[in-house]
């Protein structure tokens, strides 16, 4: 077959995977405003959530209305979050960039739904300071299932992951609670890092909380240089757990493999 014509129809359905990732965005912006308030994401249809006003079709285009509309409501004038073009872009890109990894595959589907989660979990974390257990408890049980399906990840490793990942940030926060007698790390926290486990499996979990435990640390201090915070303000979590993640399922190999390698050189 022609290499022109393959070239081609790898672009095409790069480029469909990359609208559909923004149209699924604009789907998780729903899902971000309205699991924490109990809400249906089905029903009503979307909505300004200052002045109730239904967007018609051209105004839920995923970016391009944002744009049109230059980030305001056409019926209240009131401005409209650079989080809805930002989570329909990140999608895009994850959903893209999971294709080029796996290909059609069941990783993809797997991986797919697994960082939709990721996603929906750091920005409603970043707003609420809450992982909703209606995401985090089915996706532990989602997670150890498709452990059947890929060929790379056992039964036993997704478990383990789940105890290993669940159980030393239980045991993180039960000892820090010992020290110093206040709650550090919240159990959405625990149930989030059981529910990377059961999906990468026990083998992620030390390169997850370190590298999260390092990037939290560094944006915390930061933080509290430039707010002028105080040591006990509380900066959610989720969002680093889950960003490492993504991390390691992209370059979590050849991260360690390069750690190992200059490990090596070095001793």
Excluded at 120 to 130: G, N, P, R, S
Excluded at 202 to 211: D, E, G, N, T, Y
Aim: aromatic share 14%; proline share 4%; hydrophobic share 50%.
């Amino acid at each position: 077959m022609d290499t022109g014509f393959l070239q081609m129809s790898q672009g095409l359905i790069g480029l469909f995977l990359f609208l559909l990732g923004l149209c699924i965005g604009s789907f998780l912006n729903v899902c971000i405003c309205r699991i924490p308030e109990n809400k249906s994401v089905v029903f009503p249809p979307s909505s300004c959530p200052k002045c109730g006003h239904a967007l018609r079709w051209w105004e839920n285009i995923p970016v391009i209305s944002y744009i049109f509309l230059r980030g305001r409501c056409s019926s209240c004038n009131c401005s409209i979050s650079l989080q809805y073009p930002v989570v329909e872009l990140l999608t895009g890109v994850i959903t893209l960039g999971l294709w080029l990894k796996f290909g059609l595959s069941w990783h993809l589907l797997v991986y797919l739904v697994f960082s939709y989660s990721l996603i929906v979990i750091t920005f409603i974390d970043l707003a609420h300071k809450i992982i909703p257990d209606v995401i985090s408890l089915p996706g532990i049980v989602v997670g150890f299932v498709s452990s059947f399906l890929l060929p790379d990840i056992t039964w036993l490793d997704s478990l383990l992951g789940i105890l290993v990942g669940g159980g030393t940030l239980y045991l993180v926060t039960w000892g820090y609670y010992l020290i110093t007698r206040r709650i550090g790390m919240g159990g959405g926290d625990i149930k989030l890092l059981a529910m990377i486990g059961a999906f990468m499996g026990w083998q992620s979990i030390p390169f997850v909380i370190f590298l999260s435990a390092f990037t939290g640390s560094v944006i915390g201090i930061l933080f509290i240089l430039i707010k002028k915070a105080g040591r006990d303000y509380q900066i959610p979590f989720g969002p680093f757990l889950a960003a490492a993640a993504e991390i390691h399922l992209f370059w979590g190999k050849e991260i360690t493999a390069l750690y190992q390698s200059l490990f090596s050189f070095h001793s």
